[in-house]
């Protein structure tokens, strides 16, 4: 019969025989099952990165889109209110609508006026660089017009609407419609249409200094 160690010794032997069989039978299992861990940790954050990548462009669109909304108001207020203002281009433009209505132009007068942050450094007596300074340099710079003209009711309705249909900014401050003496348009008020001599005050702007020379 075998001793108690001999069956011990071959016990311990077999077990270490199916140790290392399982060792060299899952061995490659193991690290296969490793790879797939690390596979899913990398697709795990790639697609944390598609993720992102596509919230960025979903904002970068959204910022297209607004810096898009942004120029068409761009272009319609630099439409509206012209970097450059030249005295000329205004008297052609008033001269135009009125000639368009049969509106006769007696006289027109153009002046320059202050900006807000001028004006209100001149009244309180200082300047506030932080505030004033740069709202000056941005605010429009206004031009009065004073206009002196004559035509029926009719036209001068129209002459009105043409100034308000007009592209660039212009505001009337002041209309004034003067019925003319009744011997001086007698031929006009046969088919009634009685003259009107019509003061107007209108407020030109632009972004820069207005230009007093020829275009």
Do not use: C, H
């Amino acid at each position: 019969m075998k001793s108690s160690s001999q069956v011990f010794t071959s016990f311990l032997f077999s077990f270490l025989i199916i140790v290392a069989g399982v060792f060299i039978i899952f061995s490659p299992v193991a690290d296969v099952w490793r790879r797939l861990g690390e596979a899913r940790m990398q697709l795990a954050e790639r697609q944390t990165t598609v993720q992102r990548l596509k919230e960025l462009i979903a904002k970068f669109r959204e910022q297209v889109a607004l810096f898009d909304d942004l120029n068409q108001q761009t272009v319609a207020i630099s439409d509206a209110l012209p970097s450059s203002l030249k005295i000329p281009e205004i008297l052609v433009s008033l001269e135009s609508i009125a000639k368009q209505n049969n509106i006769l132009i007696k006289r027109i007068s153009f002046t320059v006026l202050e900006s807000r942050s001028a004006s209100a450094v001149e009244t309180t007596g200082f300047t506030n660089f932080s505030a004033t300074q740069p709202k000056q340099n941005q605010e429009p710079f206004p031009i009065s017009v004073q206009v002196d003209a004559s035509g029926n009711y009719p036209s001068g309705k129209a002459f009105l609407k043409g100034i308000e249909d007009e592209l660039r900014l212009m505001d009337v401050r002041n209309f004034e419609f003067i019925p003319t003496r009744v011997g001086e348009s007698s031929s006009k008020q046969e088919n009634n249409q009685s003259l009107f001599n019509m003061k107007l005050s209108i407020d030109v702007y632009s972004i820069k200094k207005p230009q007093f020379t020829l275009p």
